[in-house]
């Protein structure tokens, strides 16, 4: 399949998943029982056709794209690294891709948080021959049952075989490949489990969904995630990196440490403003209306997660 075929196939899976997404999201109220066809089982129909696409970054590392959260690959002698998992039924296009890298076995996988469009491939890695290896939260979360609010849906836990059996309270170094492999914990942010993955040598950073590029995130409360520790990652992943460094991002395309700065620069302005409309006594419903978001919108509001909604996520963590 051409590149070209290959992007427009994942710009037809976006276009679908911020479509089938927003109207869940913005919705004045949710549903208190689960609805049989939100967004969740509509994403997984989608990632299930949606192709995949690789890119050669630094080194013997890749990123694979297309399968829920972006995927990286450390290749080599010893086999295959990987940093997430991906959607499970995205199984047969991401064994596709993962072929086309080479024909070594997966050997490790580490999980940077717990959520679905990250995990959900857990169980056929492993079975595929990956060790999984996760933060202490993660895997915890990973082994029950829980109620995400504004997707209206209560996430299973993984089956024995998707749960991690490596786990850390911190940090977590690897020597794979000839790489040296450095996992570090965030506060909570994203969720209370998130973990960056530095590769030093090819000085390349995988911050997972603490970083969307060109996109706003989503902060999952229900699970410890919080605005202030958003911006506390954001400005990590900018200390972390130079202008030398390639940044794989939980969503979006290869990112570097621009636009690592020009995230955190619009999460903490977004504070501010949602911060001091609040403390004016104005309610969710007249913040949202005085649009703080507008001027960042033509960049970073073009996914999921529109400026509307965003200014509720903000909104419930100031």
């Known amino acids: 399949m051409s ?20 109207g869940v999201l913005l919705a004045p109220r949710f549903l208190t029982a689960q609805v049989k066809d939100g967004p969740v089982q509509q994403i997984n129909r989608a990632a299930a056709t949606s192709k995949i696409n690789v890119t050669k970054l630094r080194g013997n590392i890749y990123m694979v794209e297309g399968s829920g959260g972006n995927i990286a690959v450390l290749n080599g002698p010893e086999g295959k690294l990987l940093i997430d998992a991906g959607i499970n039924v995205s199984k047969a296009h991401v064994k596709t891709a993962l072929n086309s890298i080479s024909d070594k076995p997966m050997k490790l996988l580490i999980n940077s948080h717990w959520h679905f469009d990250h995990t959900s491939g857990n169980e056929w890695m492993h079975d595929a021959g990956a060790t999984i290896v996760s933060q202490d939260i993660t895997r915890d979360h990973l082994t029950k049952k829980i109620f995400q609010p504004e997707w209206n849906y209560t996430f299973d836990p993984l089956p024995p075989g998707g749960i991690p059996t490596v786990t850390y309270k911190k940090e977590h170094n690897v020597h794979f490949n000839g790489e040296d492999v450095h996992v570090k914990i965030y506060q909570p942010a994203h969720t209370d489990g998130d973990s960056s993955i530095y590769f030093p040598n090819a000085d390349i950073l995988h911050v997972a969904d603490t970083f969307w590029n060109a996109y706003y995130p989503f902060i999952d409360y229900a699970t410890g995630g919080s605005i202030d520790g958003m911006i506390a990652a954001a400005a990590q992943n900018v200390a972390q990196t130079n202008k030398h460094t390639i940044v794989i991002p939980g969503h979006g395309a290869v990112g570097n440490h621009a636009q690592l700065i020009q995230f955190h620069d619009m999460l903490s302005t977004v504070r501010e403003r949602v911060s001091k409309l609040k403390k004016q006594g104005r309610t969710l419903n007249e913040t949202i209306a005085a649009k703080p978001t507008a001027s960042f919108d033509p960049v970073f509001g073009k996914y999921v997660i529109t400026g509307d909604f965003f200014t509720k996520l903000v909104f419930t963590g100031v």
């Open 3 to 22: 590149t070209d075929q290959t992007n427009l196939s994942r710009r037809k899976f976006l276009a679908t998943a911020a479509k089938i997404t927003a």
